[in-house]
């Protein structure tokens, strides 16, 4: 597998009607998360500890909720909210 982040459920649920410059903000930022836990889970399908929490994160324009799921090696974007 390889990691990557996703719109859960899809797009159209998560930013459906949000500018097109804070969608643009929240992918930028969902990259980064992406490579961070990447480095901290070098081989996520194997991990066996906890889950992690929902998170937030802040971008310029306002705010998003997503969760790393190591097994998946997925970053999964549940929520955007632009301000």
């Known amino acids: ?8 459920p899809d797009e159209a649920d998560v930013v459906a009607g949000a500018p097109l410059a804070f ?5 930028k930022k969902a990259d980064e998360i992406v ?6 889970y070098l ?6 500890g ?4 929902m998170r937030t ?3 310029e324009d306002g705010i998003f909720w997503y969760m790393v ?3 998946d090696e997925r970053v999964y974007v549940l929520r955007a909210q632009a301000l």
């Open 1 to 8: 597998m390889t990691w990557r982040w996703e719109y859960h």
């Open 23 to 27: 969608v643009a903000q929240v992918e």
């Open 35 to 40: 490579r961070a836990a990447e480095a901290l």
């Open 43 to 48: 081989d996520g399908t194997t991990y066996q």
């Open 50 to 53: 906890p889950g992690e929490r």
């Open 57 to 59: 994160a802040n971008v």
């Open 69 to 71: 799921i190591p097994r």
